[in-house]
């Protein structure tokens, strides 16, 4: 499991630009395709079977999408009377002091802030001494900052905080009504907005699955197809800049890389043992992917990697290439890779042998109290546009059952 999620780390930091002068073609993703193919013995990739994921959106899940319009427009209160309890948001002001002298970040200077008692992440116990207070109360707070609190003149000291509870934080929400729905929606109803969520659920879990599907697809064919020969200094160089990688990130929270492998959860002593394993895994999948795109005939345009780059620096917030290739570590290879990548693995789903394990592809289930039918709903957005049809009692139970 560690070396799975190191290789998952891993990947986000691997650049590909490993072959640059390689091959005789000036395109990137035609000189990647020459380089690599001739060291893979490709596996079964055209109709490999498999069974379709069929994830059901439940009533539940539609229920608590449909109550985010609700949450999303409560409004707050500000309660000047009751008692402040643990869960609570409160307003607070507070003046700290050590040993009679106040220091610096040590007040609210009137501001007021917004604390969730319980969860705030002040030092010691401060939340649970403002519990049991009312809106108006002032009083002391009473805590001592740890040993290694960062900063000298606290560490380790006890301080107090002359605190005043300002008000208690409450959210009225509003009801969900026809009227709620039509003003802050394009729709009519509460029924016509559910069943607009639930369409656009089912839409997305089925993408979802998909792209589970082709993942499971691209693993079935990794485990068939075989590279014959790596070149090792191809690895030792990616596992070189993998390892400096690292280490430039360690820096960054000021710790050696041990110390950051420990912090993360990795074992030190085998860092680099599984570091060149998920080098080599994942230079596996780039020549396999390379060799299905040479035996395919699929390639990639300057056109389509210059449109992938404008993608990329418009999710970036960047405005140069080459800031992002800075940022990123890419290189133009790269840029070409991801695309030839995502036709590759849509073309092996797209080939792909699907087994169907019944005639509908994915349900509503209602789990609500006192209800255990499943309502049929289509998978693709014209099914789920066209009207339900209704199902007698006995149907709806016959079909849970199936």
């Known amino acids: 499991m560690r070396g799975k999620k190191l290789q ?14 390689c091959g005789k073609s000036s395109n990137p993703a035609e000189a990647m395709k020459e380089s690599y193919s001739q060291y893979v013995d490709l596996g079964d990739y055209k109709a490999i079977k498999y069974t379709p994921t069929e994830t059901p959106v439940t009533s539940e899940q539609v229920d608590a999408r449909v109550n985010q319009l609700v949450t999303q427009n409560g409004t707050k209160i500000e309660k000047k009377s009751g008692v402040a309890l643990k869960g609570d948001t409160v307003n607070i002001d507070y003046v700290g002091t050590v040993d009679g002298v106040e220091f610096q970040g040590g007040t609210t200077g009137g501001k007021g802030t917004e604390i969730t008692l319980g969860s705030s ?8 001494q403002i519990e ?4 108006g109360e002032t009083f002391d707070v009473k805590v001592t900052f740890p040993e290694d609190y960062g900063k000298e003149e606290l560490n380790g000291k006890p301080a107090v905080f002359k605190t005043t509870l300002n008000f208690i934080v409450s959210t009225e929400y509003p009801e969900l009504t026809d009227a709620f729905v039509a003003e802050k929606t394009e729709y009519k109803t509460v029924e016509e907005y559910r069943a607009s969520v639930q369409a656009e659920m089912v839409k997305d879990q ?8 082709k993942t499971a697809l691209m693993d079935q064919m990794m485990e068939t197809s075989a590279v014959k020969q790596y070149s090792q200094a191809e ?5 070189k800049r993998l390892t400096d990688q690292m280490k430039s990130t360690a820096s960054a929270y000021g710790m050696e890389l041990n110390q950051y492998l420990m912090a993360i959860g990795y074992d030190a002593d085998k860092f680099q043992e599984e570091i060149r ?3 080599e895994k994942y230079t596996k999948r780039k020549m396999i ?25 418009k999710s970036t917030g960047l405005s140069d290439v080459k800031d992002l290739n800075s940022r990123t570590g890419y290189s133009d290879q790269d840029y070409y890779y991801m695309i030839l990548e995502e036709k ?3 073309f092996v789903y797209s080939n792909a042998d699907p087994k169907k394990t019944g005639s509908e592809p994915t349900t509503i289930v209602d789990t609500t109290e006192g209800g255990t039918e499943s309502k049929t709903e289509a998978k693709t957005e014209a099914q789920t546009e066209s009207k339900t049809e209704n199902k007698t009692e006995s149907q709806t139970e016959s079909k849970s059952e199936n």
């Open 277 to 279: 394993t998920a080098v």
């Open 206 to 213: 089925a993408e979802q699955d998909k792209e589970t599907d």
């Open 132 to 135: 049991g207070h009312s809106p």
């Open 8 to 21: 998952l780390l891993l990947v986000g930091c691997m650049g590909l630009s490993l072959l640059a002068g």
């Open 289 to 313: 992917i390379c060799a299905i795109a040479e035996k395919e005939d699929i390639n990639v345009s300057k056109a389509e990697a210059d449109a992938k780059i404008q993608e990329l620096l």
């Open 235 to 239: 690895l030792e160089n990616q596992t």
């Open 121 to 128: 992440g002040y030092v010691d116990n401060f939340d649970e």
């Open 344 to 346: 590759v693995v849509d």
